[in-house]
């Protein structure tokens, strides 16, 4: 069965310091990878997608991701985070039948 | 363009009463699709409607169901109300419901089943 896994529940970082935000899936077929970004009383927003191709995908607010077959991985990353990038984020997996399996989530906390 | 509206945005409920939850789709969206958010749980697919039709369906007991109506909207309801169904219900619309085209969600409503 299809699964994503986060291994961090919480993450915290200083202001200017990188972010890594690890992901790891399950999925037979080549994957349809995603992450999303929801802030607080906020729905879900998408920063970035993996269809095929480069795998190293640049998504919205400076973020990106690269796809790894071989660590069946999708991480994202960015240099320098701002205060205004704390909020939970979510991997996700697309399946054949359009449906998407989301990870539990990491919450990210910024240190001024 | 206007977003995703969900209504109402919070909800506060008793056990084995029955609650319906709206949502307003992206103008010219014609999928919509509903997922449960708890803490223990994470997001949950619940299910997904396209021009009016049921497409997909996740794994949640008949005690929820939807429909969409000719012009997107959509609601979905769920009858005799557990304390379990507290949860945050998302919305999501896209253009064609595949994979291919983002979704884009609604602030959720938040259901209190007391």
């Known amino acids: 069965a299809q699964s994503v896994t986060q291994p961090d529940i919480h993450i915290t970082v200083s202001e200017g310091a990188s972010l890594e935000l690890r992901c790891n899936y399950s999925y037979g077929a080549t994957p349809y990878l995603f992450w999303y970004v929801q802030s607080p009383g906020q729905g879900l927003q998408l920063l970035l997608k993996?269809?095929?191709?480069?795998?190293l995908v640049q998504g919205i607010k400076g973020f990106e991701a690269e796809f790894k077959r071989s660590q069946s991985s999708f991480n994202l990353r960015k240099p320098s985070v701002h205060w205004s990038d704390a909020a939970e984020y979510f991997c996700a997996v697309g399946r054949g039948d359009d449906k998407i399996i989301f990870g539990k989530g990491t919450r990210l906390h910024i240190l001024p | 363009k206007a977003g995703v509206t969900q209504t109402p945005r919070y909800l506060i409920k008793t056990r084995g009463q029955q609650v319906t939850l709206s949502c307003s789709p992206i103008?010219?969206?014609?999928?919509v699709s509903w997922y449960q958010q708890t803490p223990g749980q994470g997001l949950q697919f619940l299910f997904e409607?396209?021009?009016?039709?049921?497409?997909n369906k996740g794994n949640f007991p008949g005690r929820f169901s939807g429909r969409q109506f000719s012009n997107s909207r959509s609601e979905m309801n769920v009858s005799t109300l557990e304390l379990g169904d507290s949860a945050l219900y998302l919305c999501a619309s896209s253009l064609t419901g595949t994979l291919y085209n983002e979704q884009f969600f609604g602030p959720g409503t938040r259901l209190t089943v007391l």
């Open positions: 409607y396209f021009s009016e039709t049921q497409r």
């Open positions: 993996y269809f095929s191709g480069d795998t």
């Open positions: 103008s010219g969206h014609r999928s």
